[in-house]
């Protein structure tokens, strides 16, 4: 069984930073992609950046603060947020797709959240 676990989330304030950081681990033999989600109350859970062997993606409200990167050897992807602003307060998620273990050829796995608070 592949598990997701993340850390580096807490309370900082504005113009802050924080570095998240998500270690898969279990019988992996590669990971496609892995990226970081955030959501808030009542909206949809939104992509916030994305790393795979061709390159990074991010959303438009993050460009030029947070930057993506990931280990591949340790399973981890990272994401450091610079100049926060309140509106970057979310559960941010970890995601780990096309995952091949043992057992699955194309997994798909989720980290449990961590809070991300951005005070003003």
């Known amino acids: 069984q592949v598990q997701l676990v993340e850390s580096g989330g807490g309370l900082v304030q504005v113009g802050g930073s924080l570095r998240l950081s998500c270690a898969a681990s279990?019988?992996?033999?590669?990971?496609?992609?892995m990226g970081w989600y955030r959501q808030t109350p009542g909206k949809q859970r939104e992509l916030v950046a994305g790393?795979?062997?061709?390159?990074?993606n991010y959303a438009d409200s993050v460009k030029g603060r947070f930057t993506i990167s990931r280990d591949n050897a340790k399973n981890t992807v990272y994401l450091q947020m610079n100049s926060l602003k309140p509106e970057d307060t979310a559960v941010y998620y970890c995601?780990?797709?096309?995952?091949?273990?043992?057992?699955?050829?194309?997994?798909?796995?989720w980290g449990q959240g961590t809070q991300v608070t951005v005070s003003s």
């Open positions: 995601n780990a797709n096309g995952v091949r273990t043992r057992w699955t050829y194309n997994g798909d796995y």
């Open positions: 279990g019988t992996i033999f590669s990971i496609n992609a």
């Open positions: 790393i795979t062997s061709g390159g990074t």
